[in-house]
Nanobody, 121 residues
């Protein structure tokens, strides 16, 4: 069984910073891409940032220049450093990983439970 556990959310004033972490654990053989998504009330879940196993990154236009995604492959952990936060960044942030498990065929996608980020104006 694979689990993704997020941490680091909270309440911050506009212009502030937060750092999210997501650790994957379980019977993992290899993790491909890892990413962060977010869902605001009444809106669809959207991609925030994604990072490949080799370190290539992509960001949503709305967060470019403010957010930085990184990963530590030895720890099966992905991070999201969020700077210059805006009220419109308020959402539940979800970690996502595409990975191969031991003794299972094919890559599978897993999600974390989500962590709330609230930015006050």
């Amino acid at each position: 069984q694979v689990q993704l556990v997020e941490s680091g959310g909270g309440l911050v004033q506009a212009g502030g910073s937060l750092r999210l972490s997501c650790a994957a654990s379980g019977s993992i053989l290899k993790i491909n891409a890892m990413g962060w998504y977010r869902q605001a009330p009444g809106k669809q879940r959207e991609l925030v940032a994604i990072i490949s196993n080799g370190g290539n990154t992509n960001y949503a236009d709305s967060v470019k220049g403010r957010f930085t995604i990184s990963r530590d492959n030895a720890k099966n952990t992905v991070y999201l450093q969020m700077n210059s936060l805006k009220p419109e960044d308020t959402a539940v942030y979800y970690c996502n990983a595409d990975l191969w498990e031991r003794d299972r065929l094919g890559a599978r996608e897993y999600w974390g439970q989500g962590t709330q980020v609230t930015v006050s104006s």
